[in-house]
């Protein structure tokens, strides 16, 4: 699997966004992340040559980009628990303060973070802003480290 940038994350999960209320279109990501339509263009043509969206007449999202989109959300939801009830950060600040960590955290890490609060919160599943994390560890690495 390729590591993503930062800025190619941001994408994805804005495609991810705007496809949940709307049709995806430049026009509809370019109004999201209020970024110009040339940049979006030309981040939607690097998104289809690594063949995480389809970038056609209509814009779609792989197989291999939902896995992405997945791990993205996976990550995000954990690294926001683990900062709001683990050691109770204000919400706003672990929102911030995720998104600039979990391009950075292991799948290895996540999910060893991820047992790790399914047993000191005692819960089963792991569940933030309707992004549910099922009892698996993540599809790339298996819970194994890499």
């Given at each position: 699997m390729i590591e993503l940038t930062p800025s190619q994350t941001e994408y994805l999960i804005a495609i991810?966004?705007?496809?949940?209320?709307?049709?995806?279109?430049?026009?509809?990501?370019?109004?999201?992340l209020n970024y110009s339509k040339p940049s979006v263009v030309r981040a939607l043509k690097t998104l289809d040559n690594l063949?995480?969206?389809?970038?056609?007449?209509?814009i779609?999202?792989?197989e291999t980009g939902k896995t992405y989109i997945n791990?993205?959300?996976?990550?995000?939801?954990?690294?926001?628990?683990f900062f709001t009830d683990v050691l109770k950060i204000d919400k706003k600040i672990?929102?911030?303060?995720?998104?600039?960590?979990?391009?950075?955290?292991?799948c290895y890490t996540i999910t060893k973070l991820e047992q790790y609060l399914k047993k000191t919160l005692n819960i089963e599943t792991i569940d933030i802003d309707n992004y549910c994390i099922n009892?698996?560890?993540c599809?790339?690495?298996k819970g194994k480290q890499e």
């Open positions: 991810f966004e705007v496809s949940k209320n709307n049709e995806i279109t430049i026009t509809n990501i370019s109004k999201h063949k995480l969206i389809n970038y056609t007449n209509k779609t999202i792989t791990n993205i959300l996976r990550k995000d939801s954990i690294l926001q628990i672990a929102i911030r303060d995720s998104e600039n960590i979990k391009n950075s955290v292991s009892n698996n560890p599809i790339n690495c």
